[in-house]
Each structure stands twice: as C-alpha cells, then as structure tokens.
Nanobody, 126 residues
C-alpha cells in the first residue's frame, strides 16, 4: 500500500515557525495534486493548503485561516511536498496530514484524496 511519510511536527510557541515535509514514494506522484489537511481534537479534518500536479496550471490554494501565513511547495526531483508555517497560533494546533489526489487538480475535500500519511502533531502553546 502506497503511503506518504510526513515529518517536521513539534511543540512551538505562538509566533514561531515550523516546516512540515511529506515524502512520496514514487515519481508518479509529481503528476498528482498534493495537499495538507489538519484535524484538531473533536473536529473534522479540514483542508489547509494544496498544490497542483505538473499537468495542471493551478498553482496553490489555501484556506482562509492560513492564507498569508502558510506556504505550500513541492520539489518534484525529491517527490517531496513542504508546508512552511509562519506566525503560528494556538488554533493551528492539530494533527497535520499529507494527502495525494488521483488527479492534478487541487481538491479541498478529503474524499478526493486516495493516499494519506500517518499524520504529524503540531502543538502551538500560547
């Protein structure tokens, strides 16, 4: 079973920065849209940011809550996706999941993604 591998979570203070990484196992993933979701305690999984696959001119998409603070990027040589998180807030505390779609277009619904990582905890203290 194909699985994505996340890393980079941790405990930080308000205003700090973190960078999450997501390694995909195959070069075929460079054609797929990749995204980060997060899930806080007792909450539904929500879309954070996505980046289009190589065949789709779509750039990146962000949720309103992270726009201007988070940046998603991908390195297609390393088949790795990054999430740079700046100006972190306590409400950013959640388990962050990396996901890959079957297509190149960025989707915001979790059910559009077939491949998931195990999740990495991000905790922001006030």
């Amino acid at each position: 079973q194909v699985q994505l591998v996340e890393s980079g979570g941790g405990l930080v203070q308000t205003g700090d920065s973190l960078r999450l990484s997501c390694a995909a196992p195959e070069r075929t993933f460079i054609s797929k849209a990749m995204a980060w979701f997060r899930q806080g305690p007792g909450q539904e999984r929500e879309f954070v940011a996505g980046v289009a696959g190589t065949s789709w001119i779509g750039g990146a998409t962000y949720s309103d809550s992270v726009q201007g603070r988070f940046t998603i990027s991908r390195d297609n040589v390393k088949t790795t996706v990054y999430l740079q998180m700046n100006s972190l807030k306590p409400e950013d505390t959640a388990v962050y999941y990396c996901a890959a779609s079957t297509g190149a277009r960025i989707e915001t619904l979790p059910r559009r993604y077939n491949y998931w990582g195990q999740g990495t905890q991000v905790t922001v203290s006030s």
